[in-house]
């Protein structure tokens, strides 16, 4: 999960190197802190809780166009939600959280890219919704709030088709499964996945995939670029945090999970939406973007 706010930190931070993960405490302090995300979701110790009953979007189709934003941060690829009214309740939440943007991570290899796991399974790629609670105003006011964020996040699999449509604007509700197939998710407490590392976000894991192309997936591998400190620009890939320490928390499940590991990989549970008209969308925009330099 990516929060782009200047005056907390510029670019000082990266996936890899003398700035990497595993160094993110040394600046930003509470990276080291004991309930902070992604996590690996273990299904056998999941706890079922009857409360979290199905998540309600409000306004998710409404259509975006004008009011949307398509950047690279240096980061991750995001979407920034200007002025649109997306909401979401029920599902647990302890209140009305209102869309701000969404991004993405994924790998440099089909075996790895998603931040969260199901049973230490990742995907090639995982997408997240951030929200902030309504009650504080805007993002900045919330984002170090306990249960000031709230995430809605999907992984990505591949489907054997490769089905490119470029449309001038889509719903984002289009992007993600179908509302029938959102009563199954995970919930934990936990934290941003970049720095500054506030713990402070409600993360909403759905089990449900999100179909996608590889070649698709293969074209954000490839056509989104960083540089750093005048370097050649190169590709922007593997922008996931390793999994970190469950500790003391309990992640908990809206439906009651089978008595045993399962390791697939849910490839026959994949829903046909239309995410490929989005993702094409995206993909098309970062094209005419690196093309117009």
Known sequence: MIITITNYYGNEWDYEGEHGPDRWY????KCAGTHQSPISIKTN???????????????????????MSLKNNGHTVQVDLNDQNMTVTGG???????????????????RRGSEHDFNGIHYPMEMHIVHY?????NITEAMDKEHGLMVLAFMFEFVLIDDHVNIPSVPLSSLIPDTSHLDHFYRYDGSLT??????????????KTIRVTESQINAFRHKVKKTANGEPER??????????PINDRVVFSSKPEK???????NSANIQSVNSLTIVSLLLSSLYSLYHSR
């Open 235 to 244: 590709d922007l890939t593997d922008d996931f945090r390793p999994p970190q």
């Open 92 to 110: 647990g939440l302890p209140g009305k959280y209102k869309a701000q943007q969404f991004h993405f991570h994924w790998g440099s290899e089909d």
């Open 45 to 67: 110790q999941v706890k079922y809780d009857p409360r979290l009953q199905k998540i309600k979007l409000h306004d998710f189709d409404n259509i975006f166009n004008a009011n």
């Open 133 to 137: 609670l309504e009650s504080y105003g």
């Open 259 to 265: 008595q045993y590991i399962d390791n697939n990989t």
């Open 194 to 207: 970049t720095p500054p590392c506030f713990e402070s976000v409600i993360w909403t894991v759905f089990k």
């Open 26 to 29: 040394l600046d930003f302090p």
